[in-house]
């Protein structure tokens, strides 16, 4: 049997994956190793940490299940992403100042986000506000794989939208990399919230590279949450 199998390391809240990555990690399981293909992963229930999980991949697609219930589904999206109009490296740094998760997180041990995380432990992406509804922030790998772009186009949509207020958890992201990050080489992410529907927050990322190059975009659903019950 092949299986999937969340390290802690990857948490989003305390006792579940985070999201982007957990996504990131499937889509790379799928042919092509999820890169030049948009690919849209729905997470079903909060992925379980540190626990085999069923993998089931076909020329269509991928899944990975506990206990006989689907965790996440991955399909190659129909389609083309509209990236997120880019920042200035120098604007990008100077919003992580403002990041609304030094005041308040939700998930303060977050992989991606988290400003209990450790350098070189977590990504510690800070994303601040950069106009109305957009955010931004600078991001330096110290490692690279597909796992890790997804998760860094993860929490910066969320944080363009009121997380404080309004406490959600990713539902379904939609990634295009185009290719992998390099190692310490500097990017700049930007998130856009674009619409509200009910329990319902759509937003977008993108990641950028040197001349405001698309290295990955990702356009996601977010679902309002009471944390509490993901501690």
Same mark, same amino acid.
């Given at each position: 049997m092949t299986t999937l199998l969340v390290p802690h390391r990857f948490n989003g809240p305390p006792r579940s994956g985070n %999201? /982007?990555?957990?996504? %990131? *990690? &499937?889509?790379?399981r799928l042919p092509g190793q999820g890169l030049g293909r948009p690919i849209t992963v729905t997470l079903r229930q909060p992925p379980p940490l540190e626990t085999? &999980? !069923? =993998?089931a991949v076909t020329d269509g697609g991928a899944s990975i299940s506990h206990d006989g219930r689907p965790v996440a589904v991955a399909t190659y999206a129909e389609d083309a992403l509209v990236p997120v109009a880019p920042v200035l490296a !120098?604007?990008?740094?100077? *919003?992580?100042?403002?990041?609304?998760g030094h005041r308040l997180h939700p998930f303060p041990t977050c992989f991606v986000c +988290?400003?209990?995380?450790? $350098? %070189?432990? /977590? =990504?510690?992406?800070?994303?601040? $506000?950069v106009g109305t509804e957009r955010v931004a922030a600078t991001w !330096?790998?110290?490692?690279?794989?597909?796992?890790?772009a997804?998760?860094? &186009?993860?929490?910066? +949509? +969320?944080w363009s939208s009121d997380l404080e207020g309004r406490p959600s958890v &990713? %539902?379904?992201? !939609?990634v295009e990399v185009r290719h992998l990050p390099h190692t310490s080489q500097r990017y700049v992410v930007v998130g856009e919230q674009r619409a509200l529907d009910g329990r319902k927050t759509f937003t977008a990322a993108t990641l950028y590279g040197a001349g405001d190059e698309v290295v990955a975009t990702a356009e996601h659903v977010?679902?309002?949450?009471? $944390?509490?019950?993901?501690?």
């Open positions: %999201g /982007g990555w957990v996504a %990131g *990690a &499937l889509a790379a085999p &999980l !069923t =993998l !120098t604007r990008a740094a100077e *919003a992580e100042e403002a990041y609304a +988290g400003t209990d995380r450790r $350098p %070189g432990d /977590g =990504l510690r992406i800070f994303p601040g $506000p !330096t790998p110290y490692e690279s794989s597909v796992a890790l997804w998760a860094a &186009l993860d929490c910066p +949509g +969320g &990713l %539902g379904r992201i !939609t977010w679902i309002a949450i009471d $944390p509490e019950e993901f501690r």
